[in-house]
């Protein structure tokens, strides 16, 4: 697939991906939802897309001016590299280390939006970035261990190579240990992507909106479709990796359940948030990746 249709794609899937949140928001909170522009509200997000993009941007006047400016720019394209890897782009979905490459390119994502909250000039947006920095380093620490459990089982880091290996039977059927890195990894896009109960970069009920408080216009969507992209990447990878290799079945279940978890769930304050990923997370995921090397040792692949 082109590269320029993956990223008309994503574009397309952040105004549906929006519009879904607010139904599924609107159905939880016994609301209606978007109503009124076209057929059933499906042009609002349209609608505010042309709203964000005709916005006059203000750049603080304590901002880090350059950084402020390229921090989403960045972020968006952080994402975009990290979409590379996957089997239905060529040629670079090909490499035997493509999920793992993939991962730690979506680290930069993280670090764009602590270089966007720090370069900001404000308070609110710089407590912001600060929180993000303590949960980037528990849940990287807990996508790790999952991968390395991943690694054990399947010898590679190639999703191509992952999927051909679930022919027969899913992978979370496959070993004990993979059943619980799926419920592990579900967890983790949670903290990856930022979203609320653990949303503690933004948490506008205390930051306004935390690191965003300052971006408005087109940066600000950049910075939010990035966030909805980190979503649907994670989903991709988990239908790939545990899923038989249905990516886009897994892309489903992800997003959909981080789409209503978000308005189902009160969020957590930060000291929960931390202590939940440090005495909780890392302990499990690590367990998770122990086990799956007895297995492999002792057991092998049948289940």
Excluded: N
């Excluded at 999920?99 to 930069?108: E, G, M, Q, R, V």
């Excluded at 279940?253 to 009160?266: D, N, T, Y």
């Excluded at 969020?267 to 998770?288: E, H, K, M």
Aim: charged share 10%; aromatic share 14%; glycine share 10%.
């Amino acid at each position: 697939m082109p590269g320029y249709l993956a990223l008309l794609g994503l574009l397309l899937y952040g105004l549906l991906a929006v519009y879904a949140e607010r139904k599924i928001a609107a159905w939880i909170q016994d609301r209606l939802g978007p109503t009124e522009t076209g057929p059933y509200g499906l042009l609002q997000t349209f609608a505010d897309l042309l709203k964000l993009l005709r916005k006059s941007e203000a750049v603080p006047e304590e901002a880090v001016r350059d950084t402020f400016r390229a921090a989403p720019l960045l972020s968006f394209a952080a994402l975009a590299a990290s979409l590379t890897w996957l089997p239905f782009l060529q040629p670079a979905s090909s490499s035997e280390f493509g999920l793992w490459l993939a991962s730690l390119t979506l680290i930069l994502q993280a670090a764009t939006l602590f270089l966007g909250g720090w370069a900001s000039g404000s308070k609110y947006a710089l407590l912001g970035a600060y929180r993000l920095l303590g949960l980037v380093l528990a849940y990287e620490l807990m996508v790790s261990l999952l991968l390395l459990t991943l690694l054990t089982h399947y010898g590679t880091f190639s999703l191509a190579a992952i999927a051909a290996q679930q022919k027969d039977t899913w992978g979370l059927f496959q070993s004990p240990f993979l059943l619980g890195a799926a419920g592990a990894w579900l967890w983790t896009a949670l903290l990856t992507a930022h979203r609320a109960p653990f949303d503690l970069p933004e948490t506008e009920s205390e930051l306004v909106a935390g690191a965003l408080t300052e971006y408005s216009g087109i940066r600000f969507a950049l910075f939010m479709l990035s966030e909805y992209g980190v979503m649907l990447l994670q989903g991709l990878w988990f239908g790939y990796g545990l899923l038989g290799g249905h990516g886009w079945l897994g892309a489903l279940l992800v997003v959909s359940l981080l789409l209503i978890v978000r308005w189902a769930w009160p969020r957590w304050r930060p000291d929960q948030v931390l202590t939940l990923a440090w005495t909780q997370g890392i302990p499990l995921t690590f367990s998770l990746w122990i086990g799956e090397l007895l297995w492999q040792r002792f057991i092998g692949k049948s289940f």
